[in-house]
Nanobody
Framework: VQLQASGGGLVQAGDSLRLSCAAS????????MGWFRQAPGKERDIVAA????????YFADSVKGRFTISRDSAANMLYLQMNSLKPEDTAVYYC?????????????WGQGTQVTVSS
């Protein structure tokens, strides 16, 4: 499985941004997937996740109500819609995948895409 994230950029606080993750090698519908972020000097943390059936989603408390995770099976893409962005959302964002939602570790990672939110 190969993942490629894109869509980052420089925006102002309150703006919206949509990150995309293109998958190859396996259908996104067969993968549990997630978005992580890492700010300078901090650990990489999970932001959002979606199960294989999309019946389960998870959002970090810091992004609940502002971010949504979705996927397009036809395009084999994963998305992260980010609304009402805050300066503290500034980080490198990564998409990741694992074979089951219950697996402890994400086995596949894309390269990061930088999101910078100015105040």
């Amino acid at each position: 499985v190969q993942l490629q994230a894109s869509g980052g950029g420089l925006v102002q606080a309150g703006d919206s941004l949509r990150l995309s993750c293109a998958a190859s090698g396996r259908a996104v519908s067969s993968l549990a997937m997630g978005w992580f972020r890492q700010a300078p000097g901090k650990e990489r943390d999970i932001v959002a996740a979606i199960s294989t059936s999309a019946g389960s989603t998870y959002f970090a408390d810091s992004v609940k109500g502002r971010f949504t995770i979705s996927r397009d099976s036809a395009a084999n893409m994963l998305y992260l819609q980010m609304n009402s962005l805050k300066p503290e959302d500034t980080a490198v964002y990564y998409c990741a995948a694992k074979l089951t939602y219950s697996a402890s570790d994400y086995a596949y990672w894309g390269q990061g895409t930088q999101v910078t939110v100015s105040s």
